[in-house]
């Protein structure tokens, strides 16, 4: 069975600033994706960056920046250039390939941005 | 705006109460979900639908119904829900994407914040 860590349950950034948001999984499966999601206090889910387990490069969007490195099996969150819009709660997924259409979330980091 | 559209965002109920919870897409997407989530802690997948047939039940009690009328319909009926049954229940609709390694990228429904009184 696949599980997702995140140590971080609340962490605070200054505005302009550079923030980092932790990731470990465990699975012994050799392929899997791994996800971050984003979710305001409006309640909707948005889908932010994907990294496939067999990628060599580290994913980009825009912001958003996925730090993979696949021996410590972690693939942490890089948020650049932060905004008060980045408030919300960050949660890290999982799909093995092949395993359905099942995401498995990590318990989530509560980000605030500060002025 | 979220492509994934779900009635209503707010749902007060009693125990004794019949309720259904809507969720509608238009992204000619195959598989649908049903998630729980209760406050500070991450979904709990429920149900899944691809292709109109359910593919996941995750052991969910039977006062949980899903219904998929059609490709862009999905429903949840309530029946005899307890207090503990009170959380943000949120759809999502997903299809296969080649650049996301052939992954599914979920999309989000706001969600339908429900209490059982």
């Known amino acids: 069975a696949q599980k997702i860590t995140q140590t971080q349950p609340g962490m605070f950034v200054q505005e302009k600033e550079a923030v980092t948001l932790d990731c470990t999984y465990d699975?012994?499966?050799?392929?899997?994706?791994l996800f971050w999601y984003k979710q305001p206090s409006s309640g909707e889910m948005i889908f932010l960056i994907y990294?496939?387990?067999?990628?060599?490069q580290n994913a980009t969007e825009g912001r958003y920046s996925l730090n993979f490195q696949k021996a410590r099996k972690s693939a942490n969150l890089v948020i650049s250039a932060s905004q008060l819009g980045d408030s919300a709660m960050y949660f890290c997924a999982m799909r093995l390939t092949g395993g359905g259409n099942k995401l498995t979330f990590g318990t989530g980091t509560q980000l605030k941005v500060e002025l | 705006d979220t492509e994934v559209t779900q009635t209503p965002k707010h749902l007060v109920m009693g125990m004794t109460n019949k309720k259904s919870l809507k969720c509608e897409q238009h992204?000619?997407?195959?598989?649908m979900y049903w998630y729980k989530q209760k406050a500070k802690k991450p979904p709990e997948l429920m149900f899944v639908y691809s292709y109109e047939k359910l593919s996941i039940n995750e052991s969910v009690p039977s006062r949980f119904s899903p219904e998929c009328p059609n490709s862009s319909l999905l429903n949840l009926h309530l029946h005899a829900l307890q207090p503990e049954d009170s959380a943000l229940y949120l759809c999502?609709?997903?299809?296969?994407?080649?650049?996301?390694?052939?992954?599914?990228?979920?999309?989000f429904g706001s969600g339908t914040q429900l209490s059982v009184l």
């Open positions: 699975t012994s499966d050799p392929s899997y994706g």
């Open positions: 992204m000619g997407h195959r598989a």
């Open positions: 999502a609709s997903s299809q296969r994407d080649r650049g996301l390694g052939g992954h599914e990228k979920l999309f």
């Open positions: 990294q496939g387990s067999y990628d060599q």
